[in-house]
């Protein structure tokens, strides 16, 4: 493996039915993030990671829930699945700490549609 | 929460040519982080170049140069000496802390032969 990998790389699911998007990275980069990007909006942060053990919600984490039990994996879960929300999901990483902010490095991304 | 402006939804620019892509935000922080992302058809996301708010320099890689104005925050993409390979969606990102990264809408770039 080589930086971040997700899966699956696409997925279409029933409405109501329960879903997670896999993410592994193996930088051991300490913080992970979770974006949902759609046409016109760009990304948007629905939670993040500053290090194994810890999370926090982004922009948009209605509906989302994510856990981070080690340095390397940091999943997103989608408890009922609703239309709203298909889209282009990303994991990113990072080795930023406090005082040195550096960029992220994302996944290929998962195309989720929800019918 | 900041917001990240991108006034143009699309762009082209002749081969060889250079283009400038804009990028505002708001923030009251005086110390932030603010990048360009580059988004090809493959979705894959790359970074462009990356400038401290601290630094009055303006950011150089190869043919990519920022034109960072603190004052009046913004923060433009220069891409001289275009290539077919340069098509594609960029995105202007803020960051204060690392925790949470702020995106532009995109903007779709077009490289005409």
């Known amino acids: 493996i080589a930086g971040i990998t997700q899966a699956p790389t696409s997925q279409i699911l029933a409405a109501g039915r329960r879903m997670t998007l896999r993410c592994t990275q193996d930088m051991r980069h300490n913080a992970m993030y979770w974006y949902r990007q759609d046409l016109g909006l760009g990304l948007r942060l629905i939670h993040y990671?500053?290090?194994?053990?810890?999370?926090g919600k982004g922009e948009v984490p209605d509906g989302y829930s994510v856990s981070r039990a080690n340095t390397d994996d940091f999943p997103l879960t989608l408890a009922s699945a609703v239309p709203s929300q298909t889209s282009v999901y990303f994991c990113?990483?990072?080795?930023?700490?406090?005082?040195?902010?550096?960029?992220?490095?994302f996944g290929p991304g998962t195309r989720l549609t929800v019918l | 929460a900041q917001t990240v402006t991108q006034s143009q939804p699309e762009m082209s620019v002749q081969e060889a040519e250079t283009v400038t892509l804009s990028c505002t935000y708001d923030?009251?922080?005086?110390?932030?982080?603010l990048f360009w992302y580059k988004q090809p058809p493959s979705r894959q996301m790359i970074l462009v170049i990356r400038?401290?708010?601290?630094?009055?320099q303006n950011a150089t890689e190869n043919r990519f140069s920022v034109n960072f104005q603190k004052a009046a925050k913004s923060f433009s993409l220069k891409i001289s000496d275009s290539q077919l390979g340069d098509a594609a969606m960029y995105f202007c990102a803020y960051t204060l802390t690392g925790n949470q990264f702020y995106f532009g809408t995109g903007t779709s770039l077009t490289v005409i032969p």
């Open positions: 400038q401290e708010a601290y630094k009055q």
């Open positions: 923030t009251s922080e005086s110390d932030y982080y």
């Open positions: 990671s500053n290090t194994a053990g810890t999370t």
């Open positions: 990113a990483s990072s080795d930023s700490v406090t005082t040195i902010v550096r960029e992220q490095f």
